[in-house]
């Protein structure tokens, strides 16, 4: 069996030789960039791309990873932290999330927009828990309108509404019953892949 540093040696090793980022890139089905920042120790080998590289790399079988508090959520999406938007979809990868108890239908989207600013940066990976849809003051939430459209923002009460935690003041309140409103999911955490 094989572990992350061994593909991870493997690969720098690969790395070194003209074409090979790009070709890398296009095995995984990921930015070039990407594939530099595994170069400079910027991110580690993803789960989901540690078996392919292995069998390119005529490796054997990847061992599974020890028991973690971490768990890893697919990226489904982008959602729009601004007005309402359509979401877009990208192709699935995935983040790591920090492990909950009962959360096991996670999913997560990219954060477009700067509604959420202070507390959601944006191209963060906001993870959403789908079982979690019962509406808590002052959490926050993934919600869809009536033209399929999906925003993320923070839900309070007394009046009910959906409002931005942003920095720009031109973001909007959404006040319940001027859109026929679809919580999708609460918000339980964010990653980020852009470092400090």
């Known amino acids: 069996m094989v572990t992350h540093d061994e593909i991870l040696e493997e690969l720098l090793k690969r790395l070194q030789k003209r074409g090979a980022a790009a070709a890398i890139a296009r095995l995984l089905g990921k930015p070039d960039s990407r594939i ?28 599974p990873e020890s028991e973690t508090n971490v768990v890893w959520v697919p990226v489904i999406g982008i959602a729009a932290a601004g007005a309402w938007r359509e979401a877009i979809e990208v192709p699935a990868f995935l983040v790591p999330q920090i492990r909950t108890p009962n959360c096991n239908k996670a999913f997560a989207v990219q954060v477009d927009g700067d509604s959420m600013n202070l507390i959601l940066p944006e191209r963060s990976y906001a993870v959403i828990d789908p079982d979690q849809k019962e509406l808590r003051h002052n959490r926050v939430y993934l919600i869809q309108n009536g033209n399929g459209e999906a925003t993320i923002k923070r839900f309070c009460n007394e009046p009910a509404r959906f409002e931005p935690v942003s920095d720009n003041p031109e973001h909007n309140v959404i006040h319940i019953g001027e859109h026929d409103i679809i919580v999708i999911g609460r918000v339980v955490s964010f990653t980020s892949d852009s470092g400090l």
């Open 36 to 63: 530099s920042e595994l170069k400079k120790g910027g991110r580690r080998i993803q789960q989901d791309e540690m078996p392919i590289l292995a069998e390119y790399f005529g490796m054997g079988e990847v061992a």
